[in-house]
């Protein structure tokens, strides 16, 4: 089966904290692509990262940084020094390449976790 | 500007009414989707397109149809068989479904609402 895990359904912080979101996914694919996509309240969906399976190397983009272990089938994704432009809902997607009943390709969402910032 | 519309933002429908929602591109994407989003829920494929005149059926296609004649434009339709068609609709497009790694880019979205 495959599937993705965002165990956090909400979280909340006070500006300038640190905030880990985690991700575990499940697959049987050994070749794969992960995702994070933010949803603000506007509710179109914005991509920010993308990391296949082969690679991982953590990546630090700004304020933005994601931790890839494989060991543990997970993608966490930490905000640092957060802000109020932060506050949205962040989605964890997976993507293999096998056809199990129909799904190669297509992306397998998470249930997301609601991040509210508080100034 | 390069991107994805749909339109309307807010639709409201009575029960035993079909509906359509429409979604255009200008990002000359081959690969188009439609999800549904309920509340404090993940995204679910509909329906997909890869190419101009193909589609086909993603978790939850029952009581949704779609159609693809043109590259920039996938219409949803909401039918009257869809038994909880109140939701929020996101359509969304990529450049090429075989390359499994592209990302999707997504439209605002259509809130559903049934009365």
């Known amino acids: 089966a495959q599937k993705v895990t965002q165990a956090q359904t909400e979280i909340s912080v006070v500006e300038k904290e640190d905030v880990t979101l985690d991700c575990v996914y499940e697959t049987r694919d050994t070749t794969y692509y992960l995702f994070w996509y933010k949803q603000p309240p506007s509710g179109e969906l914005v991509f920010l990262i993308r990391?296949?399976?082969?690679?991982?190397q953590n990546e630090i983009s700004g304020r933005y940084s994601w931790n890839f272990q494989k060991s543990t089938s997970s993608f966490n994704f930490t905000i640092t020094a957060s802000q109020v432009v932060d506050s949205a809902v962040y989605f964890c997607?997976?993507?293999?390449?096998?056809?199990?009943?129909?799904?190669?390709?297509?992306?397998?969402f998470g249930k997301g976790t609601k991040l509210s910032v508080k100034p | 500007d390069g991107g994805i519309t749909q339109s309307p933002k807010y639709l409201f429908r009575k029960e035993g009414q079909n509906v359509t929602l429409s979604c255009e591109q200008n990002?000359?994407?081959?690969?188009m989707y439609w999800y549904r989003q309920d509340p404090g829920q993940g995204l679910r494929l509909i329906y997909y397109?890869?190419?101009?005149?193909?589609?086909q059926k993603g978790d939850i296609a029952e009581g949704y149809s779609v159609s693809r004649e043109k590259k920039e434009s996938f219409p949803l339709t909401v039918t009257s068989a869809q038994k909880n068609p109140t939701a929020f609709y996101l359509c969304a497009s990529s450049i090429d479904h075989r390359t499994n790694s592209n990302e999707q880019f997504f439209g605002p979205g259509t809130r559903l609402t049934v009365l």
């Open positions: 990002l000359n994407h081959d690969a």
């Open positions: 990391r296949n399976s082969f690679d991982e």
């Open positions: 997607a997976l993507i293999t390449l096998i056809n199990y009943g129909g799904s190669q390709g297509n992306l397998i």
């Open positions: 397109s890869q190419i101009v005149n193909d589609f």
